[in-house]
């Protein structure tokens, strides 16, 4: 079983993405150069042949290279999972997930403020607070996405 696994990894030239959220599928067994992912422990990408790796994914750009360099398309995620098998297949599921062409900079920044003073104003120790720390978190990497791009 071990070297029908190592045999496919040795032979696929592109990664087989599935990307998607709740509400759609982004990528269905779509072939890819290179899916570039925002992990907790850190941002990774992921070519043909990569070692499996299960990950978390913290807020932040999901970057699909269909072919390097020349079609390369943005998504912000707020969090997921993201599964790499041993057949270079990629699955990525995230809570949310958008175009980062889509998303509206003066909505992101508006988010931000909100946060950033719900944030101080909430008790210490609190839901509230914790609440308003994750809708801090999320803007503040949507905002530096949008501000990289």
């Known amino acids: 079983m071990a070297a029908d696994a190592s045999g496919a990894t040795a032979t696929a ?7 998607t959220s709740p509400y ?10 290179l899916v570039q992912i925002p992990g907790v422990d850190g941002e990774y990408g992921v070519t043909a042949g ?3 790796i299960i990950s978390q994914l913290k807020p932040g750009v999901v970057k699909v290279h269909v072919e390097r360099e ?20 990629t699955d990525i599921a995230c ?3 958008v175009k980062l062409e889509d998303v509206d900079v ?20 609190s839901a509230e607070k914790a609440e308003a720390q994750i809708g801090l978190d999320v803007h503040q990497a949507l905002v530096s996405a ?3 791009s």
């Open 106 to 125: 003066a909505a992101a920044e508006a988010g931000l403020n909100k946060f950033k003073a719900a944030v101080a104003a909430a008790p210490e120790g």
């Open 95 to 97: 809570v949310e997930l």
């Open 70 to 89: 020349k079609d390369v398309q943005s998504f912000f995620t707020a969090g997921g999972f993201a599964l790499t098998h041993a057949d270079s297949t």
């Open 146 to 148: 949008l501000q990289s």
């Open 50 to 52: 990569h070692t499996p």
């Open 13 to 19: 030239t592109k990664v087989t993405l599935n990307l």
């Open 24 to 33: 759609q599928a982004f990528f269905k067994n779509a072939q890819v150069d």
